[in-house]
């Protein structure tokens, strides 16, 4: 999705701006929705969303560039590895390195797959995706072959991974009681205007269940990361982090809808709700 440039309200306030002024994030009548956004959300946000930035910032920068930066560098090397003649560019839909950025450095290449790191689709995050390489492809003269990847959320080799993921963490860390599956909600709206997120995060989840041979009891899903007063998807990870809290169990928490770790795994999830679990006992 992206990330700010540096960890600071300024950096902050500039994404922001960018994110929340896509249409397919906040669809709300721009006569409504741009007073409140300018007048209210980028006065009062962006220092408070730069101490959360800090608390995860590394040497190198951001998480998600750094690991996005990783993933690129290692595909590129099996690609070259396989004597597969291809160049891998990493791009973001907000921030830097722009999709624009990434889709001229590819201005060699007669066939492009643009690959959204989404695994679920939703309309608010992949066809956002779609909408910024149409933007770029009508401003061209020359366009090479393009080929959209729209999800994996099923795929086989994904639902593996996750497991691998999930196994190692039990081998290194020990096995809890819940494995608790955390996907980034949207609002409940989307869902009836036709978005199939819900029901391609609830196909992953039982898929990732079913490859852990896991019964009903050892698993749940959840949705983390709600944003502002309407009604989200349900149930919500930080009501059943605090649940679980009470009830005792020990909890593992893996969020498959995030291909890198970023603002909402390592601060939301690993600080925010780890504190609200352990509140609650």
Known sequence: MGTPDAPTSKAVRTYLAEFLHDKRVVDLSRWIWCPVLHGVILRLRPPKVAKL????????????????????????LKLNDANINASVELAMTYGNPSIAAG???LSHCKKVIVLPLYPQFSSATTASVFDRVARFAKEQWALPELT???????????????AESVKSSWQSKGRGDVLLMSFHGIPKRYT??????PEQCQTTAKLLAEELSLN??????TYQSIFGREEWLSPFTDK???????QGKSVDV?????SADCLETLE??????????LRAG
């Open 216 to 221: 009903d009891s050892e698993w749940q899903m």
């Open 240 to 246: 059943t982090m605090e649940q679980l809290g009470k």
């Open 148 to 162: 959209f990847v729209r999800d994996y959320y099923d795929h086989p080799l994904y639902i593996k991974a996750l």
């Open 254 to 258: 893996i969020c498959p809808g995030f």
């Open 268 to 277: 939301e999830i690993e600080e925010e709700n780890k504190s609200i679990f």
């Open 192 to 197: 009836t205007n036709g978005d199939p997120y």
């Open 103 to 105: 889709m001229n450095a």
């Open 53 to 76: 930035y800090q608390s995860i910032w590394t040497e190198q920068g951001s998480p998600l560039l750094v690991i996005g930066q990783q993933q690129q560098q290692s595909l590129q």
